[in-house]
């Protein structure tokens, strides 16, 4: 678990959106990212038990914008009092970790 581990969970909470600064392999160098905390929970595809911080990545350049950062990863992550919408990313049926009061999209 990440030292901030309780800035993420309120984050969650009063859908707030975090910047995250991490190490990103892809770029073998720390990166920031504003990002919407979805859960903390053990990947259903990644197989190796450590449960990551799962972020939506509104910076992303890419197709894919969900991030699982692990722990040991995450260098600070940060309130930057802007809200957002579930409804901006929720697609799926989710079937969150952490409990939240998402309305339709918990």
């Known amino acids: 678990m990440h030292i ?7 984050a969650i909470h009063t859908k707030k959106k975090l910047r995250i600064r991490f190490y990103s ?3 073998d160098r720390y990166i920031e990212r504003v990002c919407a905390p979805m859960d903390y929970a053990v990947g259903k595809r990644i197989h190796d038990g ?3 911080y799962w972020v939506w990545d509104f910076d992303s350049d890419k197709a894919r914008h969900t ?3 692990r722990a040991e990863r995450i260098e600070w992550m940060n309130d930057v009092g802007e809200v957002f919408d579930p ?3 929720v697609s799926w049926r989710p ?3 952490i409990a939240r009061n998402w309305g339709q999209y918990s």
């Open 87 to 89: 409804a901006s990313f």
């Open 95 to 97: 079937n969150w970790v």
């Open 25 to 27: 392999e892809e770029d």
């Open 50 to 52: 450590i449960p990551r």
């Open 4 to 10: 901030q581990h309780e800035v993420f969970i309120d």
């Open 67 to 69: 991030l699982p950062l």
